[in-house]
T-cell receptor
Framework: KAGVTQTPRYLIKTRGQQVTLSCSPI?????VSWYQQTPGQGLQFLFEYFSETQRNKGNFPGRFSGRQFSNSRSEMNVSTLELGDSALYLC????????????FGPGTRLTVL | QKEVEQNSGPLSVPEGAIASLNCTYSDRGSQSFFWYRQYSGKSPELIMS????GDKEDGRFTAQLNKASQYVSLLIRDSQPSDSATYLCARSGAAGNKLTFGGGTRVLVKP
């Protein structure tokens, strides 16, 4: 079974731009969660989507948004990029249930200049 | 107080020895617990999940959960140089699939 895939793997943007990251979960998994990892803050939860609905949301500003499609693929968008948005963005997929195991994709490394 | 706390390390262990990693959490509503391994420059890889009090073994890894003491641990037996990585403890609670991570413990296994 193929794992979680994320595209692109690397991105370089400048302040003020916006960016869209994509995630395809493991086949059959309907929950997709997004996390941000930085050296200073560690791994932090952004949001979770299940059946095209946002089920959970972390403490990030409204510049961070996401969506999920009917095939469970998910995208996250960051508008008006700031230098502090430079991070590794990770997508994790899990099956239907709450508290289930989550499997991470390889991540997208975003650098904001 | 952070929700999930881990000693940042590094935890240095000789090859073949047991590495013992600890994690404490503050939310008594926590339902499930996970250990991830993360190599430098890579994404986290799930090692173990544990949901009820007691021990759970998988190969060289044993996870231990004590909800009364709000404590989770991971033992790595017969440590190998390839086990050198950062180990992340995570929990999820009533909010479902939202994982809260500790800062991670860096483990160095010396040949």
């Amino acid at each position: 079974k193929a794992g979680v895939t994320q595209t692109p793997r690397y991105l370089i943007k400048t302040r003020g731009q916006q960016v869209t990251l994509s995630c395809s979960p493991i086949s059959g998994h309907r929950s997709v969660s997004w996390y941000q990892q930085t050296p200073g803050q560690g791994l932090q939860f952004l949001f979770e989507y299940f059946s095209e609905t946002q089920r959970n949301k972390g403490n990030f500003p409204g510049r961070f948004s996401g969506r999920q499609f009917s095939n469970s693929r998910s995208e996250m968008n960051v508008s008006t990029l700031e230098l502090g948005d430079s991070a590794l963005y990770l997508c994790a997929s899990s099956s239907t249930s709450f508290w289930d195991e989550q499997f991470f994709g390889p991540g997208t490394r975003l650098t904001v200049l | 107080q952070k929700e999930v706390e881990q000693n940042s390390g590094p935890l240095s262990v000789p090859e073949g020895a047991i590495a013992s990693l600890n994690c404490t959490y503050s939310d008594r509503g926590s339902q499930s617990f996970f250990w991830y391994r993360q190599y430098s420059g890579k994404s986290p890889e799930l090692i173990m999940s544990i949901y009820s009090n007691g021990d759970k073994e998988d190969g060289r890894f044993t996870a231990q959960l004590n909800k009364a003491s709000q404590y989770v641990s991971l033992l790595i037996r017969d440590s190998q140089p390839s086990d050198s990585a950062t180990y992340l403890c995570a929990r999820s609670g009533a909010a479902g699939n939202k994982l809260t991570f500790g800062g991670g413990t860096r483990v160095l296994v010396k040949p």
